[in-house]
Nanobody, 118 residues
Framework: QVQLVESGGGLVQPGGSLRLSCQAS????????MGWYRQAPGKEREFVAA???????NYATSVKGRFTISRDVAKNSVYLQMNSLKPEDTAVYYC????????????WGQGTQVTVSS
């Protein structure tokens, strides 16, 4: 099993910044991708950004150029630096880890609320 603990959410004004953190523990070793998803009220969960085990990063079009994902392999952690935040970024943000073995197994954090409002 893998446990994920997120932190860093909160209330911020439009144009502001926040940094989310997620630390994985448990049976986390080998190849695994780490990323972030979000879910706004009344909407489906959507992909935000990912950092693969191969060192690549991917972003949703809506956040490209404003958000930056990074990971610290030694700490089993992933971060999401969010700049130029907009009200439409308001959502619960979930950390996601995909452990790659013979199959791919996904784990989720409990979520952290990000609210962008004046």
């Amino acid at each position: 099993q893998v446990q994920l603990v997120e932190s860093g959410g909160g209330l911020v004004q439009p144009g502001g910044s926040l940094r989310l953190s997620c630390q994985a523990s448990g049976r986390i070793f080998g190849n695994y991708d780490m990323g972030w998803y979000r879910q706004a009220p009344g909407k489906e969960r959507e992909f935000v950004a990912a950092a693969t085990s191969g060192g690549n990063t991917n972003y949703a079009t809506s956040v490209k150029g404003r958000f930056t994902i990074s990971r610290d392999v030694a700490k089993n952690s992933v971060y999401l630096q969010m700049n130029s935040l907009k009200p439409e970024d308001t959502a619960v943000y979930y950390c996601n880890v995909v452990v790659i073995r013979v199959t791919r197994t996904a784990y989720w954090g409990q979520g952290t609320q990000v609210t962008v409002s004046s």
